[in-house]
């Protein structure tokens, strides 16, 4: 069987799925990914090498040797390819959302996926979507409009990496350049999703991070920001962010365009703050302790939140209301302080008592994530070469 992986970055559920079908004997494997030059010096490549053909979307060339190809089935995530990739399809997202998404991304899903494969609303041989529970399930039935014989629910590949990673902490020293083992290391991941204010209703910013700052070097520890692609956040917020990482000695930055590895990052952290990027539902499963920070005021009618148009950043207003996000923000896996006291606190707590708040990261990924017990892939493989099989 061939396969091809089409994915916006070789990360998470994606890399996961390319590291098994990299395995199978049975499988020619094909990757098309963005920024494979960032991908290929990161510690994952080095520890889980792959052996199969690996090809940059930015090369000008890659749809001839992707028809070439001539995959029967093809994953695609998030950004899906604008000319046939493979004779059926399966779509994945890169974790499991917690917003809803906006129409304008849904109308784009739906079109181009009708165009490649057919009517997904109708029971379609051609088209399968990955879902993470039942809920999920029954979010793409009814907000996405896929026919229910199109999905499954698969859970997470991404939790079999997560239960057994690769490397160790002591692996990684060299990559971040920092003393992972003697320290405590605070991983701050700060998405672009909701513009410059990244600690959202907590209080001012810049005291935010003095405070920050200031508990790190009470403890000793390490910051490593962890964050999106950096073409995606506003300008003030890369001066900011950088600014702050600079008076620090003893932090690390990480764009997800230049440095690929975020299990790395998952790896060596005791401690992750977040303002509900679903990346975070990844550090669930590290049985460490999780803090989020509450993006926008729900109290509120309205909210600008930040959309890629055109390769660039803008603004677009919407309604902050329940049609927003999938789950209440207090339904999560650790805490969620109200303004920056309580932030320092949880902090502070989290890097005393590594179980700080874990209890619930385990009652959330029971909830949420169908059966992470380190075999999601090879049951998303056998499930996929039936359905491959099926005229």
Known sequence: MKICIWTTSLQADTLAMAIALDREPEVELLVVAASLA??????????????????????????????????????????????????????????LPLKIRPPRDIRSFRRLSTRLVGNISQPNPRFLAQCYNQM?????????????????????PYSDLLLNPPYRRADLEGYYQLDLQGRKNILLSLTWNFGSKPFGVLGDDDAIFAGLLKTAAEYDANIIFSLHDKFRYQPELIEKIEYYASRYPRSFIK????????????????????NFSSFIVFHYFMGKPSIHIKPVDTKKWFVGLPTMRKDSVQSVLRRNNEKLWLYPFEDNGGCL????????????????????????????IGDKI???????CQRIITDVKEWACDQ
Not at 75 to 83: E, L, Q
Not at 146 to 153: F, V
């Open 38 to 95: 960032a991908y290929q010096h990161e510690p994952i490549a080095r520890f889980c090498p792959l052996t199969c053909q690996l090809l940059d979307r930015s090369r000008d060339d890659h749809e001839k040797t992707v028809r070439a190809f001539d995959a029967d089935v093809f994953f695609a995530d998030n950004h899906i390819p604008k000319y046939l990739v493979g004779r059926k399809m399966v779509y994945f997202w890169h974790g």
């Open 136 to 156: 999920d399930l029954d979010y793409r039935i009814r907000r996405l409009k896929i026919a229910e014989q199109n999905c499954r629910i698969w859970g997470s």
């Open 255 to 274: 764009y997800k365009n230049e440095h690929a590895d975020n299990l790395a990052d998952l790896v060596v952290s005791d401690v992750m703050i977040c």
């Open 337 to 364: 302080p109200r303004n920056k006291d309580e932030l320092i606190a949880d902090l502070s707590r989290s890097l005393e008592d590594s179980s700080y708040c874990v209890d619930r990261a385990q009652r959330f």
């Open 370 to 376: 169908y059966q992470p017990d380190g075999q999601t």
